[in-house]
């Protein structure tokens, strides 16, 4: 899975360089964040830090930079709708990672009729969530988000990532 | 990867419900968080909750439970070491998820000699990152931790965790 050449075990390294090879060895689920700016048009991102903050009350965290194209309408929205990710879904991932004005140039996706966040089709699961915290650290924010409402898709296999590739999952160990 | 019967597309279910459907069909990266207790015994646990917030400055996320058995220490200390799982580590990431008197039951670790923090032998990546915040959400916590310092051992290929299930990567897509 690494085109790194083997590292001795405990090498020391600087406190960059930690962070940067730590998370080349780390492989994180991928998800879509959604939600509609001020003036009515739809933003979103790729993001492999969703993660799960507590059942009851429904929480969730995914973190993202200031300097990020969709940050104005996540500061301002009051609702996001979160996706989970299949191998299917692979596209789409790459989508949302490109070029923002691009991110919507098609015809899988729609406002949600209730909450108005824009909600992609054919993923295996989306919600629709509260942002009920956004806590601003250096320039970045973390945010959590209280589900409200979600949707089922056909279910498949998760899209993973993990040092600038996508993958799917292997075998149960 | 799922034993549920299929889902109609779009069925509504209720928040709780949501919550629990939608984070049956995300995967996650397996982590272990160690520190050390007041008293000067080692506690950890095993997250799925990790994530990067940002490379510069290098800062971390992680949530936890505060009915969590580690939660004393983890409020208390300074640094963690986290650690990166491979599918090597699986009966660690097992053991760190199972009785709290057990954990550390093994010759496996030790603490790091700067930092005072347990550190576990064998695993892909390590990193040593200091608590700059704890943001309280009803009876959870997100952690925020900046990374000092890090050592990287054998790569491999990394553990997953989706629905109660350990697994490795699969083919790229």
């Known amino acids: 899975m690494s085109d790194e050449p083997d590292e001795p075990i405990a ?37 492999t830090s969703l993660a799960s903050l507590s059942a009851v009350p429904p ?13 104005a309408a996540i500061e301002a929205t009051t609702h996001v709708a979160v996706h989970v990710l299949d191998v299917r879904n692979r596209a789409l991932a790459a989508r949302l990672a490109g070029p923002h004005d691009r991110r919507f140039d098609a015809a899988d996706w729609a406002f949600d009729p ?8 054919g993923v295996p699961a989306v919600v629709i969530a509260r942002v009920v915290e956004r806590y601003p650290v250096h320039g970045n924010v973390v ?31």
Chains 1, 2 share one sequence.
């Open 143 to 173: 945010l959590v988000a209280h589900i409200e409402d979600g949707s089922l898709g056909e279910d498949g296999v998760g899209l993973l990532y993990r040092e600038r590739r996508f993958f799917g999952p292997g075998d149960e160990v």
């Open 11 to 47: 090498q020391e390294i600087d406190e960059i360089e930690a962070f940067k090879r730590f998370f080349q060895r780390h492989s994180a689920g991928v998800a879509i964040v959604t939600a509609t700016d001020p003036s009515g048009h739809p933003v979103g991102f790729t993001a």
């Open 59 to 71: 929480l969730l965290t995914f973190n993202m930079a200031r300097t990020a194209s969709s940050w």
């Open 114 to 121: 209730t909450y108005g966040v824009p909600v992609f089709t």
